[in-house]
């Protein structure tokens, strides 16, 4: 007995899990209420429902099914009030915003398209410069190894010249050093020949007195 009251609440309790997951839409007709009892005599818990909002449904009795609202009351509804589906005016109304939120998609997607056309026309465009100024830079530096290979041939040049003087210089201080030299053993030269040619003079004006003298002298003995 006990086994058999709890499999029946079991099988109840999925039932009416099952009810309360359901949820059901106001037909196509405009307005409807939702009373209090299964009777249009019954007070209305709820006016103004318009067509397509989503009611979830709590129980079915005799083509009534209780309901909460959105905005949370709860109440009856006649079956043919109700729909199981959305409504085609709905469903119009969703395909609709559906349409214009697909056309505002494409919209942005062709802005964002173009945008990106830009960009990469931008890039393309850098590149180019990029490119040429790139080729700018390298004749550039062509010009500047073609100057720094002139400089070295100017440096070397240079060097030889310098080491080409520096050998002149020396040749010429080794001329002057023997010239210096010679005009130095020249003037010893002629330094002692007027010295031999004042000893001469000297000795001529020693010599000659005497030799006159010892003459006179002779002839005076005669």
Same mark, same amino acid.
């Given at each position: 007995?006990?086994?058999?009251?709890?499999?029946?609440?079991?099988?109840?309790?999925?039932?009416?899990?099952?009810?309360?997951?359901?949820?059901?839409?106001?037909?196509?007709?405009?307005?409807?209420?939702?009373?209090?009892?299964?009777?249009?005599?019954?007070?209305?818990?709820?006016?103004?429902?318009?067509?397509?909002?989503?009611?979830?449904?709590?129980?079915?009795?005799?083509?009534?099914?209780?309901?909460?609202?959105?905005? @949370?009351? =709860?109440?009856?509804?006649?079956?043919?009030?109700?729909?199981?589906?959305?409504?085609?005016?709905?469903?119009?109304?969703?395909? =609709?915003?559906?349409?214009?939120?697909?056309?505002?998609?494409?919209?942005?997607?062709?802005?964002?398209?173009? =945008?990106?056309?830009?960009?990469?026309?931008?890039?393309?465009? %850098?590149?180019?410069?990029?490119?040429?100024?790139?080729?700018?830079?390298?004749?550039?530096?062509?010009?500047?190894?073609?100057?720094?290979?002139?400089?070295?041939?100017?440096?070397?040049?240079?060097?030889?010249?310098?080491?080409?003087?520096?050998?002149?210089?020396?040749?010429?201080?080794?001329?002057?050093?023997?010239? %210096?030299?010679?005009?130095?053993?020249?003037?010893?030269?002629?330094?002692?020949? @007027?010295?031999?040619?004042?000893?001469?003079?000297?000795?001529?004006?020693?010599?000659?007195?005497?030799?006159?003298?010892?003459?006179?002298?002779?002839?005076?003995?005669?």
């Amino acid at each position: 007995m006990f086994k058999k009251c709890l499999t029946s609440l079991a099988f109840g309790v999925l039932m009416s899990t099952s009810v309360m997951a359901e949820t059901v839409y106001v037909s196509d007709i405009q307005f409807i209420a939702i009373r209090e009892g299964q009777s249009n005599n019954t007070r209305a818990v709820e006016r103004g429902l318009k067509s397509g909002t989503p009611l979830v449904v709590l129980d079915k009795s005799s083509g009534y099914t209780k309901v909460r609202t959105p905005q @949370g009351n =709860e109440g009856w509804a006649a079956d043919y009030f109700l729909s199981e589906n959305r409504v085609s005016r709905d469903q119009l109304v969703r395909l =609709e915003t559906k349409l214009t939120e697909a056309a505002e998609a494409k919209l942005n997607a062709e802005e964002a398209l173009d =945008e990106e056309k830009a960009k990469t026309t931008d890039l393309v465009n %850098q590149v180019q410069q990029l490119n040429s100024e790139r080729s700018s830079l390298q004749n550039q530096l062509n010009e500047i190894n073609e100057l720094a290979q002139k400089a070295r041939s100017i440096v070397e040049a240079n060097e030889e010249s310098a080491y080409k003087i520096e050998s002149l210089q020396q040749q010429l201080n080794a001329i002057q050093g023997e010239n %210096q030299m010679l005009k130095s053993s020249k003037e010893q030269r002629w330094f002692i020949i @007027g010295a031999t040619t004042i000893i001469i003079g000297v000795l001529a004006g020693l010599v000659l007195p005497a030799t006159r003298k010892k003459k006179t002298s002779t002839g005076s003995w005669s």
